[in-house]
Structure formats: structure tokens, C-alpha cells
């Protein structure tokens, strides 16, 4: 399929969150005001626009779409501290700040995380979730505990050398620093992408791996109890598609999407997951009506 060049995207915004810091959002009217609007969650080491820039177009010829960079991502909140917490109240402050009283939460990957999040602890502001490419836990394995215990060691080095740059008062944003380079003007997909990818720091997507690590939402998983669908990428190496299914499973209800699709299907495999996120955000959208 044809993927959008950069200036034919949604013109991005700063908003405010009060008390919580300031963000980049892109916000998208649907062709009726009625429709529940959607909240898309990017994944890890991306910004809103590079997850999901393949996918606007469609979804918004039906509803309003709204994406945002999550903090330590992109243009989103500058923080120390990585917090998957701290993600899902921020996604509520989104909606507070908009004016919006609920939404359905679209996340992938780790959007996928923060979504389930976001229901945990604001359900009421959650009218229904569309999960993809993401899980309900992330050490299941030998491999993946070693992974996260050595990433951990890792990132208390790092925080050591973070406390002293700051001690020098050099600035620790490196997220705001290299984001200024998403003010250029281009034409060209593959540029503009980089650009987008590299305005996230080494040590954002660190700490968020650290906070994935820790993420373990199986045992209330069963109590959600709004319209939920899962888009499965059957050949994910990341998040295996028998672990997205078990999610799926642990859902009452949540109908499932299987694609032939690897784990960054949302942009390089665009022509088969965008049919399908359309199909399950538009099975969610029919049973919060």
C-alpha cells in the first residue's frame, strides 16, 4: 500500500498536561463528533506519528484519532524516570486536557502495556481497548530473565552518570535536544522516519525496557470489563504470537485479529495490519455503541 509522505500527515501540536509536563499530539477529527474517539499508544523507541502514520488516514474516516509521544519519547514529557504508571495517568490527563470523558485506548507493543494500564487505573475513562503485537508479561523465559536482570545493572550505571551531568547542570533531555530536528520541512518518508526514531535517547528506551521488565498484568487481566479486540502478529519474534493469543484469552470477550505479519508490521507490513486494526477497532467502536 502507499504510505503517506511526512507533509500529507496531521500537523502536530504542544499541549500541557498539568502538573505532569507537555506533550506532542496529533489530533485528527473524525466525520462525526458522536463517534468515541481513539487514543493511539506508540511502541517502544518510537514517537505517535512513526507507529501509526500508515494507519490515520483509514481509521479516521470513521472516528477522531488522537496520538501522542509518551514520556521520554519523541516531543513527550522529559523525565528521569521511566514509569509505566506514570503513562497510563498521563493518558488520562490526555483526555482531561482535551476535554474527552472516555476513549478507546489503542496501544502496540508497549502502547499495548500502557493501554491495559490506563484501564487499571482509570477504567471509567476507558470505553473500550484495541491491543496489538504486545503482551501481559515480559520474563517468561530463562533468556528474557537474564535480559531484564542484566538491563537493570545496566541502568543503575547509567543513572549514576545521568545524577552527575545533572550535578553539572548540563541538560539530561537528550529527548528534547535531538527532537529539534523534527522541525524540518521534508518530503522524503524514509528521512523523515529516522529523524522520528532517533528523537528518542538510548536511555528512554532503557529505562522503558527496565519498566516492561516488571510489567505483569495477568492476574487482573480477567476483570476487564470493556470491549477489547487483539491484533495477533502471528510471526513476531519479540512478543510471540502464542503469548499475544494467552493475552487475548485472559480478556472476557476480546475478539482476535490474526495476521502473517513479524513485529513491526504496523509500518513495514502496513498493508496487512492496517485492514486488520481497522477491523478490530471497528468491532470494539460497535459494541461500546
Same mark, same amino acid.
Given at each position: 500500500m502507499p504510505l503517506p509522505r511526512p507533509h500529507e500527515l496531521p500537523v502536530g501540536r504542544t499541549?500541557?498536561?498539568?502538573?505532569?509536563?507537555? !506533550?506532542?499530539?496529533?489530533?485528527?477529527?473524525?466525520? /462525526?463528533?458522536?463517534?468515541t474517539p481513539l487514543v493511539l499508544l506508540h511502541a517502544l523507541g518510537c514517537t505517535g506519528l512513526l507507529t501509526w502514520f500508515p494507519s490515520l488516514s483509514d481509521l479516521a474516516r470513521r472516528q477522531r484519532v488522537i496520538t501522542l509521544d509518551q514520556r521520554g519519547h519523541g516531543r513527550g514529557i522529559a523525565t528521569d524516570r521511566f514509569s509505566l504508571r506514570d503513562c497510563a495517568d498521563d493518558v488520562a490527563a490526555l483526555l482531561d486536557a482535551l476535554g474527552l470523558e472516555r476513549a478507546v485506548v489503542v496501544g502496540y507493543s508497549m502502547g499495548g502495556v500502557v493501554a491495559q494500564r490506563v484501564w487499571r487505573q482509570h477504567p471509567r475513562r476507558v470505553a473500550g481497548l484495541v491491543l496489538a503485537a504486545t503482551s =501481559?508479561? +515480559?520474563?517468561?523465559?530463562?533468556? #528474557?530473565?537474564? +535480559? +531484564?536482570?542484566g538491563m537493570g545493572v545496566s541502568m543503575l550505571?547509567?543513572?549514576? %552518570?545521568?545524577?552527575?551531568?545533572?550535578? /553539572?547542570?548540563?541538560?539530561? /533531555? *537528550?529527548?528534547?535536544?535531538?527532537?529539534?530536528?523534527? =522541525? $524540518? =520541512? @521534508?518530503?522524503?518518508?524514509? &528521512?523523515?522516519?529516522?529523524? #522520528?526514531?532517533? /528523537?528518542?535517547?538510548?536511555?528512554?528506551?532503557? #529505562?522503558? @525496557? !527496565?519498566?516492561?521488565?516488571r510489567h505483569h498484568s495477568r492476574p487482573w487481566l480477567g476483570r476487564v470489563d470493556v470491549p477489547?479486540?487483539? $491484533? %495477533?502478529? *502471528?510471526? =513476531?519474534?519479540? $512478543?510471540?504470537?502464542?503469548?499475544?493469543?494467552? @493475552? &487475548?484469552?485472559?480478556?472476557?470477550?476480546?475478539t482476535v485479529h490474526d495476521i502473517d505479519a513479524g513485529h513491526a508490521a504496523c509500518v513495514l507490513e502496513a498493508d496487512v495490519f492496517v485492514p486488520a486494526l481497522v477491523q478490530a477497532v471497528a468491532t470494539v467502536t460497535a459494541r461500546v455503541r
Open positions: 499541549l500541557d498536561l498539568p502538573g505532569r509536563g507537555s !506533550t506532542w499530539i496529533t489530533d485528527t477529527p473524525g466525520p /462525526s463528533p458522536e463517534a =501481559d508479561r +515480559f520474563q517468561l523465559t530463562v533468556a #528474557e530473565r537474564a +535480559f +531484564f536482570a550505571g547509567a543513572r549514576q %552518570v545521568a545524577r552527575q551531568v545533572a550535578r /553539572s547542570r548540563v541538560s539530561t /533531555s *537528550a529527548t528534547r535536544s535531538a527532537a529539534e530536528a523534527l =522541525d $524540518v =520541512d @521534508l518530503t522524503d518518508t524514509r &528521512a523523515w522516519a529516522l529523524r #522520528e526514531l532517533r /528523537s528518542t535517547s538510548p536511555w528512554s528506551v532503557g #529505562e522503558a @525496557l !527496565t519498566a516492561l521488565g477489547t479486540a487483539v $491484533v %495477533v502478529t *502471528a510471526r =513476531d519474534r519479540v $512478543v510471540p504470537g502464542r503469548r499475544q493469543l494467552a @493475552l &487475548a484469552r485472559s480478556v472476557p470477550g476480546a
